[in-house]
C-alpha cells in the first residue's frame, strides 16, 4: 500500500492524538500516532462530520516486549534526513545558477 500525503495537505498546527487499538484478529495491542490532514470545510455537511482524512503510524505492544517505538523513530528521523539532504543539494543548484 502507498501512502502520499501533499505539502498542502499538511496541518498548519500538528492535531496529534495517541489511540489505542485491540485487534482482536491478533490478540494484540496497538498503540498509534495519528496526524489529521487538512481539509476543506465544504466537504463537511455539518461541525460533527468529522470524517478528515489522517495518517495513523500504529506500533505493537506486547507484555514481553513493551513497544518499539524506537523502529518508528528511526524511519521518520530518516524521512526527515532525507528532505533535508535533498533541500540541502538544491540550495547548492540554487547557488550555483546564481553564481
Request: aromatic content about 8%; glycine content about 8%.
Amino acid at each position: 500500500m502507498r501512502v502520499n500525503v501533499y505539502g498542502e495537505e499538511l496541518p498548519n498546527d500538528l492535531d496529534v492524538r495517541s489511540v489505542a487499538h485491540l485487534s482482536t484478529s491478533a490478540g494484540r495491542m496497538f498503540y498509534g500516532v495519528r496526524m489529521f490532514l487538512k481539509s476543506p470545510e465544504e466537504l463537511h455537511h455539518s461541525p460533527n462530520d468529522d470524517d478528515r482524512s489522517a495518517v495513523t503510524i500504529w506500533v505493537p505492544w506486547t507484555r514481553e516486549k513493551g513497544h518499539d517505538f524506537a523502529k518508528v523513530r528511526v524511519i521518520l528521523m530518516g524521512m526527515i534526513n532525507a528532505l533535508d539532504d535533498k533541500e540541502e543539494g538544491l540550495d547548492e543548484i540554487e547557488r550555483g545558477r546564481k553564481g
